[in-house]
């Protein structure tokens, strides 16, 4: 089978591990790297392959068969349009944009031309949240009642300095990292419909925020807090727990996650799981076990997936229209954290 030929948009701390994945598979071939930046045309040279500023000199030549777009945040619809313009499917990056009207063009005018576009919420890939989500579907906890999420972890001086937008209003940990959470909660508890949220930047003094404490309420009842913060010197966040990325320092004993339902609890991502024998009781011992889970890079498993939406062997399985709904609620938890008000908004369902 012919390897799928990948251009790479944006040779920042994401790009450049798609470009190590790229290299390393077995499905697919680096094409090409599009960045303006300097340091971007060593990276292209170490790779072996033509460096182009914009997508525009990509596609001017050989298309590639898909293109990563790995650029700022700022800049994915753009991108993505012109993937899209020119026929090529494209993995963008999350956040998908910085507004859900900018998302939408972008939604409406894949599905006019028909050109796939999947959104980079790699965790969907992940064989720990796949099972997470196994146990709760199959009624092993019960109706969810309560879920509990954290993002705690301090990013150095250096991960401002290599890219100063990340001090910017677009650039904070709300839609940065508490995206991936709460796309990580939707997918487990269902559809959020109502956010409350206090911010603070005292620590940090940027124009954005540096921690967050979130308060949700599901379509089904259930509710949830969240807490976030990318100055708090902690190892309670994903990348820090699941064991899923090499390149952060690994506590295997932590969680980030507790979904509680009326007949069990399932700590995530250690899998620890409570259940009862008979009737639920604070006064009666508790069965205690792990949930087995044959780990992955869901980075790896997303890229083979791309490869896959390319054939035309699969549908995306993050979808433009899906991303949506995850981008509406992050960004109401920033207009929450800004108002003091709590924000409702009409739950929907996704394909």
């Known amino acids: 089978m012919r390897k799928i030929r990948i251009a790479v948009a944006g040779a920042g701390l994401i790009g450049r591990r798609h470009v190590d994945l790229i290299r390393k598979s077995g499905s697919c071939e680096l094409a090409a790297i599009v960045d303006p930046a300097p340091a971007a045309g060593e990276v292209a040279r170490e790779a072996g392959v033509p460096i182009h500023r914009t997508l525009a000199e990509l596609f001017a030549g050989r298309h590639p068969d898909g293109v990563i777009v790995a650029t700022p945040n700022r800049l994915h619809v753009e991108n993505g349009l012109e993937c899209v313009r020119h026929g090529v499917p494209a993995l963008v990056e999350k956040p ?29 890939h992940s064989p720990i949240l796949a099972k997470a989500r196994r146990i709760v579907d199959e009624g092993t906890l019960g109706p969810v009642v309560a879920v509990m ?15 100063p937008w990340r001090r910017e209003i ?39 925020e540096d921690t967050v404490a979130i308060n949700l309420r599901f379509a089904g009842g259930t509710l949830g807090t969240f807490m976030l913060s990318d100055t708090a010197a902690s190892p309670r966040s994903w990348e820090q727990t699941s064991r899923e990325d090499p390149g952060f ?19 995530v991502p ?73 924000v409702t908004f009409r739950s929907e369902k996704f394909v």
């Not at 904070?172 to 269902?190: A, E, K």
């Open 96 to 124: 998908i944009a910085d507004s859900v009207e900018e998302a939408t063009r972008l939604a409406d005018a894949a599905e006019r031309a028909g050109v796939a576009v999947l959104v980079g919420h790699h965790r969907r």
């Open 149 to 163: 999420g954290s993002a705690l972890f301090y990013k150095p001086d250096r991960y401002f300095d290599e890219g």
């Open 170 to 208: 677009g650039g904070g940990p709300i839609l940065i990292n508490l995206i991936h959470g709460v796309d990580d909660l939707r997918f487990l508890c269902g559809e959020i419909v109502a956010v409350q949220a206090f911010s603070s930047s005292t620590t940090r003094e940027f124009p954005v």
């Open 249 to 267: 320092a690994h506590h295997p004993d932590e969680d980030c996650y507790l979904v509680a339902g009326t007949r069990g609890s399932l700590a």
């Open 270 to 342: 250690t899998m620890r799981l409570i259940t009862y024998r008979g009737e639920p009781s604070w006064w009666e011992p508790s069965v205690r076990s792990i949930a087995e889970v044959d780990r992955a890079d869901p980075l790896s498993r997303q890229l083979e997936h791309f490869c896959a939406v390319i054939r035309g062997e699969v549908r995306p399985l993050v979808s433009v229209r899906d991303a949506i709904q995850t981008l509406r609620v992050t960004l109401a938890i920033g207009e929450a954290a800004r108002s003091g008000r709590i």
